[in-house]
């Protein structure tokens, strides 16, 4: 193989990874603003509109202080703001690093996330945690 060869494949492999390593940055500089802007003080972010309207936890509610608390090291306080959206962070870790690998060695992209068993499964549990948070014996759920 010539050098004009391994430069062309060098850069395909460059070009193949950018849409990774794109989200990557804007998940990296999401993560460091909330990080860097206390989302515990008011009048940084918007009132959750699901809480506002109806005064119950969203499944959401809770995740940009627990981003802010994994932020500043402290996964316990993260735990108990949100422990679904911590304890996703692994599964979308693992997702992103398959699809930058499959990238990087020119390989297609997979075009189901997961099974549709497994996603179903996941979306009956983001709807239980959601009722049971607002339950009172699920207290230990609320942000």
Avoid: K
Avoid at 10 to 29: F, I, K, M
């Amino acid at each position: 193989m010539t050098a004009t060869t391994h430069e062309r494949r060098g850069a395909d492999r460059l070009r193949s990874v950018l849409a990774p390593l794109g989200v990557a940055a804007v998940t990296g500089a999401a993560f460091a603003f909330v990080g860097a802007v206390d989302p515990n003080q008011p009048g940084h972010y918007p009132t959750c509109p699901f809480l506002f309207l109806t005064g119950l936890y969203c499944p959401g509610c809770g995740t940009l202080r627990a981003m802010h608390a994994l932020a500043h090291a402290d996964p316990l306080a993260a735990l108990g703001l949100n422990p679904l959206a911590v304890a996703v962070i692994p599964f979308l870790l693992f997702w992103w690093g398959r699809w930058a690998l499959r990238s990087w060695q020119g390989r297609p992209a997979r075009t189901t996330l997961a099974r549709p068993a497994y996603l179903w499964a996941f979306l009956a549990l983001v709807i239980v945690y959601w009722v049971v948070r607002n339950l009172p014996f699920g207290h230990v759920l609320a942000p």
